[in-house]
């Protein structure tokens, strides 16, 4: 197809488009809309208007921070104005969010644990690992720090040596054979981004797992990017664990992220933190039993309406239709590279195949600051992008999720064109 026809098409709304096609790593089948399946949720504009996000900005930074939609601002407000009243921690209503969440990730619920965010969940794989000094992890240098520094500190600590390799935006086998050329006898741990933070390029997670396992070598997923974005299922996924954060693609809570970890791996991550709830009993005197499930992992007084908060996002993510989700995300990502690629002077840094490119698009302008670019598309244009630094990328980054439409992505392309154009 070509451009103007592939543009008219999806500028149509048509999921014909993409309909079948292999995006995110995986073939999606594309449901129906939830209008027509009688649920409350049913066109754009009706997502939308559940955002309470301010209309003067059209905010792309979903993969820094997802705003939590009304539904869930209300569910956390009248869970704390409940426990305002009536005291007590409602420790109780983890349970059903627990079965939530893990019915949404594919897990049982005995392999989730509440965390505060995905960087949590890495460092409680990265400590709770039995490692020696000299054994080695591997992990992609994309990764945000939130992944990397995990096992930095495990490397400052303990003398566990780091190695990084580079990922390729080129293809798939690629990335597989980069990866597992850094892989030696001492290797231990391998993490990747689900998705990369720095252009959105997606790791083949079960060809990963399916190879690490066949070694018997860790393989944690970085998964901050990915739940909410598209669906999958961590027992697909192959992986030995698996972090994620609520408050990014899901749009759940700001300090909400959830932790699996396979049941049959989950004695062999000890807790780096503990306290009431990691126990199998509850008072001392006791011998200090593990709780036999990744809950060990949550400690303590926790805060009840975040996690209500989190299952009431999920809900609303099956509501609008996760594959719905994906496949809108991955209409918009791919409206915008057709775009960019058109614009002289316009790098793209996302993966040009589609089964490595996600709802993220970076692009750069070689020759021109990234804070240029972004800083311009800011005060003319009203898009709140993020840059990015890392790795001198020099890049420009857009989310493109459920509050947004064709339209935004239209007016983000001629917007990105002025402003090349006029720098
Ligand atoms: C791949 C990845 N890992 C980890 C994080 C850290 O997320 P959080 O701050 O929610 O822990 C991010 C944040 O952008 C990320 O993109």
Redesign the pocket.
Known sequence: MDRKRFLRTVAAGGASALAGAKVFGAKLTPQKSAGSSGLAVGNWDEVRALFPLRSEVTYLNT??LGPASQPVLDAVAEQCQLQGRIGEHYHKLFAGARESAAAFLGAKPNEIAFVR????G?SIISSGLKLRKGDEVLFESH??P??SFAWMNRQKLDGVKVKIFEPSSRSVEENLERLFAKVTRRTRVIQV?HV??TTGLIFDIPAIAAEAKRRGIWFHV?G??SAGMFPFDVKDLGCDSYAT?G??WLNGPIET?ILYIAAERNDEVVCSHIGAYSDSAYELPDTLEYAAAATRHEYGTRNAASVVGLEKAIALQEQIGRERIAEHGARLSELVSQGLQEIKGVELLSPLDSAMRSSILTFRVPGVSCMDVSSRLSKEFKFRTRVVTEEDLNGVRASWHVYHQEADALRYVDAVRSTVASL
């Open positions: 993969g820094g965010n995905a960087s949590e890495n990764a945000h939130g992944g981004s990369t933070a970085d901050a990017q954060s408050h990014k992220g």
